[in-house]
């Protein structure tokens, strides 16, 4: 199990053993008063009723679940409250563990501590903060479903305003004499759980820059196939479809394989090198709950071979840098906030007077992402302007300038209206002596309804870093990382009806090379002229199986004696006979010449017996052919 000390907003999964759990919320002052508090929430985040709310005067929730055994009169600075997970109700997502005071702060109470222990006395989990301030209402933690298991986090945020701000945001009523014009100091623990098995998208791909190129083996080629229609568009732009990373331990490919997979099927898989180098990252995603996701880019081009069949090729590329960047360094805000796109790069200013807060996180590597969030700052002076602060983790480390401040703050401002902090992505490059940050975020001039009135975003929280990716325990995920069967070539193609004796078709083969074949009797005979994948006579089933798609002639129309503009068009039709034999003949002239370059579906055998050969000019059909006609119109063959 890992170690039970948490920090800050970190969680940790209690043993499934554990079914009653004592919580013991501890502060230094023995001589201070703390009224310890749990609150049971739905997925709402509020309680269901005010029975809910247990504290010293209700001391117990309605189905008994959770109980509050007051403080401990031997040591004065700790309460105990004991919860039996087995019998918490089914649509209590999670129990908030909270304290309250009447007057002073938390701040003044030295370390708050929050022990999760189990029936046998044996620590679980252990929160210890000294990062309170002003708060008379403080949020310690709390134990939350998820997976089917219960979990712990620690918060360590709170409220000015006392109880009544912690009632207001769980819906809980108080007496009338309670202060209902309560404030937050800052909107406690909003935490919106992702679901299982939902994506983390990697931070630090860029936009539109796919630099990882997946080799492309022949068994994954069905799989990117299907992801097009059974026929190719004409102007193939590529698809963009979102990829997921997927480790597989028990994979063929070896225990570090990750395969790349989109739409329920694996495409291909990353490198052994590569495989490896994101390790860490990948099993750290998979491990939180999450699969890890990124952008790509698919191209398919398709081409009928000179055997007979099609030959497919593929391009894939994936949107993978540095694994360093792929997670920020810190946890995403605690308090209900939004994430805004990503749109221009924007230098933070006066970093240096805040270099106590950043150093802390500067990564090994001097180069990270951040969650940062923006804030509104009313200028001192009435002659200046306000401008929007930079924090990290609730820390300010610097500041926009005032030009570019105007240009965030009537955004931070709306959506501060609606109770979120704006968040946005950062970058930290840095020293043991020195830091810059810079983020990345759209302005209020490019903010859409969705951004400004619609769901918040938010980042889905990991478990924190571990250097070992063995370490990471991937159990609860097992099932998402088992290797796809592969995607079975499509089928061969529906044959079309043979037409009947007589009919003229045009198909193309190869990509660049288009044919006539004219029916006569059981054969159909074709323009080619050399023997392969199509021969100058073959049966139906034969020149069926392989082409992809006909167009037979439906209208015709006589040819004048004296021309017709029509057969100097590239790929036009004509029939004609040469005495007993009836034949066609496909211009693939492209320049509008009278002559015409003609192939006629004159066979080697025929071609002996006529006064032309399977290559003609528009002269030699004239003067030679009789009942010539030119195809008018075509139709798709079924």
Known sequence: MTSPMLSRGQNLTLPAAARRVDVIIGWADSTAEVDASALLLGADQKVRSDADFVFYNQPRSADGSVRFHGADARSGNQARIDIDLPTVPDDVHTIALVGSIDSGSFGALGKLSLTILDDTGRTLAQFVTSEATTESAFLFGEIYRRAGAWKVRAVGQGWDSGLAGLAIDFGVSLDDDADSE????????????????????????????????????????????????????????????????????????????????????????????????????????????????????????????????????????????????????????????????????????????????????????????????????????????????????????????????????????????????????????????????????????????????????????????????????????????????????????????????GSVVRFMKGGHYTYVAVRRGSHWETTSSMSGAIDEVMDWPDLASQVRTFDIATDWAPVGKHGDARVCEHLAVVRFTIGSNYLAALNIDKYGRAEGDWYITATRRTSSRLPLGDLADWSEITKQGTHIQIATGWRQLE
Request: proline share 12%; aromatic share 6%; with cysteine.
């Open 182 to 501: 309560a404030e937050p100091k800052e909107a406690p623990q909003s935490h919106i759980e992702h679901p299982i098995g939902s994506a983390y998208r990697l931070w630090g791909q860029n936009r539109s820059w796919h630099g990882y190129e997946l080799t492309i083996e022949e068994e994954y080629l069905p799989a990117i196939r299907s992801l097009y229609p059974p026929e190719l568009p004409d102007r193939n732009d590529g698809l963009s479809p979102e990829v997921q990373l997927i480790p597989e331990p028990d994979s063929l490919q070896g225990p570090w394989a990750v395969s790349v997979r989109t739409g329920g099927r694996t495409i291909g898989y990353l490198d052994a090198d590569t495989a490896r180098n994101w390790a860490v990252v990948l099993r750290r995603i998979i491990a939180s709950g999450f699969l890890p996701a990124t952008s790509s880019k698919i191209w398919v081009r398709e081409y009928d071979d000179w055997e007979g069949g099609l030959e497919l090729h593929a391009n894939v590329l994936i949107g993978l840098e540095d694994p360093a960047l792929a997670i920020p360094v810190n946890d995403p805000p605690n308090s209900a906030y939004t994430l805004l796109p990503r749109s221009g790069i924007v230098q933070v200013t006066k970093e240096h007077e805040h270099f106590d807060a950043l150093l802390k996180f500067v990564p090994e590597g001097g180069i990270g992402l951040l969650v940062v969030t923006l804030h509104e700052n009313t200028a001192e002076s009435s002659r200046a302007k306000p401008h929007v602060e930079v924090r990290i983790d609730g820390e300010r480390i610097g500041q926009l300038t005032p030009q570019m401040s105007q240009r965030f703050l009537p955004m931070i401002r709306h959506l501060e209206s609606r109770g979120l902090v704006t968040a946005c992505w950062g970058e930290i490059t840095g020293s043991a002596v020195a830091a810059k940050v810079r983020i990345d975020a759209i302005k209020a001039n490019e903010a859409s309804p969705d951004v400004l009135d619609g769901p918040p975003v938010t980042v889905p929280r990991l478990l924190p870093t571990l250097r070992d990716p063995l370490a990471y325990d991937l159990t609860a995920m097992r099932a998402h990382l088992t290797p796809l069967p592969p995607t079975p070539p499509p089928p061969p193609r529906p044959i079309p009806l043979e037409p009947p004796d």
